[in-house]
């Protein structure tokens, strides 16, 4: 259990017992929701148990790999916080060596749509579906790289942004892709930015009103959806693009084969596109 340090510094210096020595730690905790209460407690303080007990004299581990993420350059939302407390502690320290790892984007958080629109609904995109950029990493080619921080020497304390092969792709390109691998005619809703702020500002009132946490953490999710909808991911230095799997050959295998259920990211799509279609009328083109 990451969120016990006692057992968890105990089950390290068991491993390193046993296999004459820890090598390196990588962790890839995040938060499942990204509401304050779970952040704090995953991305930063889970996080902060392993990197102590890989530090204790019973383990004394060697380096340390964070997959952190992209978005924490511009951070206005809590779990991006709460992940750059934990990089400055990570830093901070002097008895591992580490690499933080930034990717921009997984190709599953930008899958999620696909089972919606093969279910017949339209490919739900905000703005004009121009508004931002990005070129995700699958978690095939994030894992390799992840593995070779390890003995990479050149990777040791550097914070490192990382993105897939692929050029810049706009949301309206994502969903060109979506209909082509499906093998559907373009279906698509373009709802308004403003959607967001009218959804989080009714849902933080309540919470200030009431004094509610169930609506402030609604209210941080609507801020998380925004956040997705507003900000690039994107690196375009070829030092920060690696792997050899695009998005568009992502969405064919998924299309063809399926992917793994995701509960949390299903729903969210599904919710998206309900809320959305009840506001707004569909656009049949996408050009």
Same mark, same amino acid.
């Given at each position: 259990?990451?969120?016990?340090?006692?057992?968890?510094?105990?089950?390290?210096?068991?491993?390193?017992?046993?296999?004459?020595?820890?090598?390196?730690?990588?962790?890839?905790?995040?938060?499942?929701?990204?509401?304050?209460?779970?952040?704090?407690? *995953?991305?930063?303080? =889970?996080?902060?148990?392993? #990197?102590? !007990?890989?530090?204790?004299?019973?383990? &004394?581990?060697?380096? /340390? $790999?964070?997959?952190?993420?992209?978005?924490?350059?511009?951070?206005?939302?809590?779990?991006?916080?709460?992940?750059?407390?934990?990089?400055?502690?990570?830093?901070?320290?002097?008895?591992?060596?580490?690499?933080? *790892?930034?990717?921009? =984007?997984?190709?599953?958080? #930008?899958? !999620?749509?696909?089972?919606?629109?093969? &279910?017949?609904?339209? /490919? $739900?995109?905000?703005?004009?579906?121009?508004?931002?950029?990005?070129?995700?990493?699958?978690?095939?080619?994030?894992?390799?790289?992840?593995?070779?921080?390890?003995?990479?020497?050149?990777?040791?304390?550097?914070? *490192?942004?990382?993105?897939?092969?692929?050029?810049?792709?706009?949301?309206?390109?994502?969903?060109?892709?979506?209909?082509?691998?499906?093998?559907?005619?373009?279906?698509?809703?373009?709802?308004?930015?403003?959607?967001?702020?009218?959804?989080?500002?009714?849902?933080?009132?309540?919470?200030?009103?009431?004094?509610?946490?169930?609506?402030?953490?609604?209210?941080?999710?609507?801020?998380?959806?925004?956040?997705?909808?507003?900000?690039?991911?994107?690196?375009?230095?070829?030092?920060?693009?690696?792997?050899?799997?695009?998005?568009?050959?992502?969405?064919?295998?998924?299309?063809?084969?399926?992917?793994?259920?995701?509960?949390?990211?299903?729903?969210?799509?599904?919710?998206?596109?309900?809320?959305?279609?009840?506001?707004?009328?569909?656009?049949?083109?996408?050009?």
């Amino acid at each position: 259990d990451v969120c016990d340090a006692k057992v968890l510094k105990k089950t390290l210096a068991s491993i390193a017992e046993e296999n004459n020595g820890i090598e390196s730690i990588v962790s890839c905790l995040a938060s499942r929701s990204g509401i304050k209460k779970e952040a704090y407690a *995953i991305d930063y303080q =889970a996080t902060l148990n392993c #990197l102590n !007990a890989g530090r204790d004299k019973s383990v &004394q581990a060697r380096h /340390f $790999v964070l997959l952190s993420a992209f978005c924490v350059k511009n951070p206005w939302l809590q779990f991006q916080q709460a992940k750059l407390k934990f990089e400055a502690e990570l830093q901070e320290q002097s008895d591992m060596t580490w690499s933080i *790892i930034r990717p921009t =984007a997984f190709f599953k958080s #930008l899958s !999620a749509q696909l089972e919606v629109v093969q &279910q017949g609904s339209p /490919f $739900v995109m905000f703005g004009d579906g121009e508004v931002t950029r990005c070129n995700p990493i699958s978690e095939a080619d994030l894992a390799t790289y992840l593995i070779d921080s390890i003995t990479e020497k050149k990777r040791e304390n550097k914070i *490192i942004n990382l993105g897939g092969p692929d050029d810049p792709i706009t949301m309206k390109r994502q969903g060109e892709m979506l209909f082509e691998a499906v093998g559907r005619e373009p279906d698509v809703v373009y709802a308004p930015l403003w959607i967001f702020d009218v959804i989080i500002d009714s849902l933080q009132w309540m919470a200030d009103t009431f004094n509610s946490e169930k609506f402030e953490n609604a209210a941080e999710v609507g801020r998380i959806g925004k956040y997705y909808a507003v900000e690039d991911m994107l690196t375009t230095d070829p030092e920060e693009k690696f792997g050899t799997m695009t998005l568009r050959d992502h969405y064919q295998k998924i299309a063809e084969e399926g992917q793994e259920y995701d509960p949390y990211v299903s729903l969210l799509a599904k919710l998206r596109s309900e809320l959305v279609l009840r506001w707004l009328p569909r656009k049949k083109q996408l050009a």
